[in-house]
């Protein structure tokens, strides 16, 4: 994975718009930023932490927007109640945005619910994307204003700055599922996900495999340069369900290339 690769993942990844989240929606694109991007990356911080840091850097290079507040701690009688992920301000206009990052995979499980928005879940069932959203409702956009974060931010006038959201998304499908859903989501669909029955049914010695380290999820397959063959694949992914990971594949089989995820569940 080379750091032009990551990089480009992030700016190029789609972003749910407020149709989905309720909220003003900040598209990476409309950053202003050099054609060719290529900077140090650091590489010990888990997927999330390199996003933000992406991101950041993201906002900082640009010729429309600065970087005025990261990764606030807000503490009340010396413990953290919340951060504020970025406070960034407009160029132009000068208006001051509290934007909330997050970078998440989700696979939908049309058993869950008749609610669409309540049926996408994380690769391993431990998160969803309603859980997400109302964590930022009852939490994360409220903090601003807490009086001990207009304290914090006392330079600043709470009460002009405006909420916007980036949740960047990856979303994956039921494999073989028929059923169309609305172009809001089909936009951030990458992929599907099977179980391990149907990934040995439906796979052979004909396609190359490779299994992405969770920093490389979202990377485009294309970029990568190391593949497996069916039979070691299968001894990995073995290992990966018996411990209750699903892990991200890429399939490819001469120039086509696929992703999806397999499932313990």
């Excluded at 789609?14 to 050099?34: E, G, K």
């Excluded at 409702?137 to 304290?151: D, G, I, S």
């Amino acid at each position: 994975m080379s750091n032009e690769q990551r990089i480009h993942s992030i700016l190029s990844a789609v972003s749910l718009d407020s149709t989905i989240t309720s909220y003003p929606t900040f598209d990476l694109q409309d950053l202003n930023t050099v054609v060719d991007l290529d900077f140090d990356l650091p590489t010990n911080l888990r997927l999330g932490h390199l996003v933000e840091k992406i991101v950041s850097k993201l906002i900082r290079t640009s010729s429309n927007y600065e970087m005025i507040y990261e990764n606030i701690q807000i503490k009340k009688d010396e413990k953290t109640i919340g951060e504020i992920d970025f406070i960034i301000e407009q160029t132009f206009s000068k208006r001051h945005i509290h934007l909330e990052l997050a970078y998440k995979f989700y696979l939908l499980d049309p058993s869950i619910s008749k609610t669409l928005i309540k049926n996408w879940i994380g690769p391993n069932r431990n998160d969803s994307l309603f859980e997400k959203l109302e964590k930022l409702k009852n939490k994360q956009f409220p903090l601003l204003h807490n009086a001990v974060t207009a304290e914090t931010l006392k330079n600043l006038k709470i009460e002009l700055i405006e909420q916007q959201l980036c949740l960047l998304a990856s979303l994956y499908i039921p494999y073989d599922y028929k059923t169309k859903l609305p172009p809001e989501y089909q936009k951030a669909v990458k992929g599907h996900y099977m179980n391990f029955e149907t990934f040995v049914n439906q796979n052979s010695a004909e396609y190359e495999y490779y299994l992405p380290f969770k920093k490389e999820w979202g990377i485009d397959p294309v970029s990568n340069k190391t593949w497996c063959d069916l039979e070691s694949t299968l001894e990995q992914l073995k290992t990966n369900l018996e411990e209750k990971q699903a892990p991200l594949c890429w399939q490819k089989k001469g120039d086509e290339y696929v992703q999806f995820f397999i499932v313990w569940w």
